[in-house]
């Protein structure tokens, strides 16, 4: 049973920091690439940022680029964002999602993602 599970969301000021981490287990972590999209209330979900498998390309969406990072580490199975500089209209309830094919290359693509975590809220507010 393939499982990714979301944490380290929760309210940050604006300005500040959160990492978020996402543990996958079921899969070969290594064999697949992964993501992060993001959902508000009311909106689409939207393409975060995405890493190939062995972390050699990064792809961000223009919202976000320039504040935050996506890592991973293989030998444990998690994949990172690191949100810095968090504004207002970042909240949202943070997704992590494993590409469909294994081996596949990087996507922003919405439907190239078939297996979800649960999601982790983030909010950001004074």
């Known amino acids: 049973q393939v499982q990714l599970v979301e944490s380290g969301g929760g309210l940050v000021q604006p300005g500040g920091s959160l990492r978020l981490s996402c543990v996958v287990s079921?899969?070969?972590?290594?064999?697949?690439?992964m993501a992060w999209f993001r959902q508000a209330p009311g909106k689409e979900r939207e393409f975060v940022g995405t890493?190939?498998?062995?972390?050699?390309?990064?792809e961000y969406g223009d919202s976000v680029k320039g504040r935050f990072a996506i890592s991973r580490v293989n030998a444990k199975n998690v994949l990172y964002l690191q949100m810095n500089n968090l504004k207002p209209e970042d909240t949202a309830v943070y997704y992590c999602?494993?590409?469909?094919?294994?081996?596949?290359?990087?996507?922003?693509?919405?439907?190239?993602?078939?297996?979800w975590g649960q999601g982790t809220q983030v909010t950001v507010s004074s």
């Open positions: 079921g899969l070969r972590f290594s064999d697949y690439p």
């Open positions: 890493i190939t498998r062995t972390s050699s390309y990064l």
């Open positions: 999602a494993a590409h469909s094919r294994r081996y596949g290359g990087s996507s922003r693509r919405l439907g190239d993602y078939d297996t």
